[in-house]
């Protein structure tokens, strides 16, 4: 089963970067579109960005210039640069394959990693 694996969060202050990661090891991902996700305390996950398999992208307007997703199908890796950072950020964030960026997510989520924007 397509097991995805989030790395990279952590508490940084605002206005600051981070750069996380998306592996799947054991598996290819050349052939899947990779979406990253957010879950902020007590409210829905929301989609952030996604990557299809030919490299095309997209983002939630809340982050349009300050995220950036690309993908390193030789690692089976996606990263998402988060630059420019706010408290509204914080959530754990989430990745998942999906056949296109419009289909739903494939598998199961998994732990996510938490991304803390606060002074």
């Known amino acids: 089963q397509l097991q995805l694996v989030e790395s990279g969060g952590g508490l940084v202050q605002p206005g600051g970067s981070l750069r996380l990661s998306c592996a799947a090891p054991g598996f290819a991902l050349d052939h899947y579109a990779i979406g990253w996700f957010r879950q902020a305390p007590g409210k829905e996950r929301e989609g952030v960005s996604c990557?299809?398999?030919?490299?095309?992208?997209n983002y939630a307007d809340s982050v349009k210039g300050r995220f950036t997703i690309s993908r390193d199908n030789a690692k089976s890796t996606v990263y998402l640069q988060m630059s420019s950072l706010a408290p509204e950020d914080t959530a754990v964030y989430y990745c998942?394959?999906?056949?296109?960026?419009?289909?739903?997510?494939?598998?199961?989520w998994g732990q996510g990693t938490q991304v803390t924007v606060s002074s």
């Open positions: 990557i299809s398999s030919s490299g095309t992208t």
């Open positions: 998942a394959a999906k056949r296109l960026c419009v289909s739903p997510p494939i598998g199961s």
